[in-house]
């Protein structure tokens, strides 16, 4: 029944002779409160005829018996129609604007002989971003009756949550159905508001459908609100700790401040100021501190566990109200843990030493790095020496890693420089070689024209001759071997030299 910012019941039944009363709410804007309100009836043509409108006009059929109030400071401007007769029936709107085409909201009025009682609808106002409390009454008692709470439209009354745990997608984690007390009554909660909440609402037991259910509430969100902005979801680790900062209203009088959490439409209480402690949750949650001067309260979760994430309510509660608002936990895990490897996430690197464990080195992608097992490639690493060995410690946009055998990574480089060092020294020995065998070859050829040098003291030439000539049989091998070393070479003039390798 919403129409821009304007809504009301869609549907309305009086009796012959009786009355009617009919509200239509708005949101409490400037245009809104000052501009015309009206009421018409739609005849056979399509046209809406004005019935009354805040001008001061009043038609001559309902003269007497018809009545607008307008209550700008509420939001609300009120119809009542009298002495009704079976002609009255028929489609209606209430609007607001300059002509009866603009902002308006129709309904069906229905005349019979006997209506039966009427109830009246009650207007609820909430702020943005706030919270509210629905009392319904006990209608039906028997116990087993599931209640429920739905939003009226065009074509019925939608569902937003029951006892049987649903609840619509745009409520999750904001409202919660309390149980039923002694009297039968029960009450909706909901929080976090949202301009789109505004509405008129139905609460009830039993069936969706059924009709003993007369309790129908106009809910009306102010755009104004005092509430400020908070976060919706609190972030934790597992075996971490957080703390939640719980607000109220410290004019308010609240008698009991508490926790509890939010599952399928109920929540489940954990803790309160008075003391008490859910038993799954000994020794890891408390109320650290409260603040009545500001109406805050700080409750303190540790030992966080994988099973803690999901939705929490803060409430503060008195006699008459109750203020409640809601959180979500979102725990994550460990990315990286050195006590416990197998809940890391990342590879380890390769301790071998063997060439072959580094020849097709495996790369995978870790926060929008690429590393090698065994060897960062990222430039801006480091080493960092307090880190145990084969550990990786990740920081955004840094990997850095130590390994117990750093002599491994050096050998595949080290060892092919070895041997191309090795082959390089051999190259320059053979050519030096070469070298020396070509330069001995020219002074054999040139040692013809040399003059005799002196031959050391004890030498004759003759005997030198004889030697070279016939050696014993016991310097032969000898004189071989020192062949090699040794040449004696004769001038034209039978003059020798002795020339050293």
């Known amino acids: 029944p919403v129409s821009g910012s304007l809504y009301g019941s869609r549907f309305l039944t009086g009796e012959i002779g009786g009355s009617v009363t009919h509200q239509c709410f708005y949101s409490i804007t400037p245009a809104n409160k000052y501009d015309r309100k009206y009421w ?32 700008p400071q509420n ?10 007769k079976k002609s009255d029936a028929g489609t209606y709107r209430c609007g607001i604007g300059v002509t009866n085409r603009d902002l308006y909201v129709s309904l069906t009025l229905t005349v019979l002989a006997d209506a039966g009682p009427l109830g009246q609808t009650e207007l609820i106002r909430g702020e943005l971003r706030g919270s509210v409390t629905v009392l319904c009454p006990p209608g039906d008692t028997q116990g087993g009756e599931k209640r429920f709470w739905c939003k009226l439209g065009r074509t019925g009354c939608t569902l937003i949550a029951d006892t049987d745990g649903y609840v619509g997608k745009s409520y999750q984690g904001r409202i919660f159905i309390t149980p039923r007390e002694s009297s039968g009554a029960f009450r909706i909660l909901i929080n976090d508001l949202k301009k789109e909440d505004s509405g008129l609402y139905r609460c009830g037991t039993g069936r969706l459908s059924g009709q003993d259910s007369p309790r129908v509430v106009a809910l009306q969100v102010t755009a104004a609100s005092t509430i400020p902005k908070r976060p919706r979801f609190l972030s934790g680790t597992v075996g971490g700790s957080l703390s939640l900062k719980c607000h109220y209203d410290p004019k308010g009088n609240y008698e009991k401040k508490y926790l509890c959490r939010w599952k399928e439409g109920s929540c489940s209480l954990l803790l309160d100021a008075d003391g008490f402690v859910h038993e799954s949750y000994e020794g890891r949650i408390q109320i650290a501190s409260s603040d ?47 006590q416990d490897p197998e809940t890391s996430t990342l590879v380890k690197p390769t301790l071998s030493s063997s060439p072959a464990a580094h020849s097709t080195p495996t790369q995978r992608s870790i926060t929008g790095l690429t590393y090698e097992m065994g060897t960062v490639t990222q430039s801006t690493s480091t080493l960092l020496p307090a880190a145990p060995p084969a550990t990786f410690v990740t920081s955004p946009g840094e990997i850095y890693h130590k390994s117990s055998s750093g002599e491994s990574h050096l050998l595949p480089v080290v060892l092919p420089a070895l041997i191309l060092l090795i082959f390089i020294t051999i190259t320059i020995l053979a050519l030096t070689k070469i070298k020396l065998q070509k330069e001995t070859g020219e002074e054999r050829s040139t040692m013809g024209n040399l003059e005799g040098v002196s031959i050391p003291a004890g030498l004759s030439p003759v005997k030198e001759q004889t030697m070279e000539e016939t050696p014993s049989p016991e310097k032969a091998q000898e004189s071989r071997a020192d062949y090699s070393k040794r040449r004696w070479m004769f001038s034209g003039t039978g003059t020798a030299s002795v020339v050293s390798l």
């Open 292 to 338: 009545l001067e500001n109406g805050t309260y700080t409750v303190v979760m540790s030992q966080l566990r994988e099973e803690d994430a999901g939705w929490y309510w803060c409430g503060a509660k008195n006699r008459h109200t109750e203020h409640t608002s809601s959180v979500k936990l979102l725990i994550q895990k460990e990315i990286c843990s050195s």
């Open 40 to 71: 018409c009836k739609v005849a056979g043509s399509g046209v809406c005829y004005t019935i009354v409108s805040t001008t001061g006009y009043t038609s001559k059929d309902h003269a007497g018996r018809v009545s607008l109030e307008d209550i």
């Open 75 to 84: 939001g609300t401007f009120t119809v009542t129609m009298t002495e009704l």
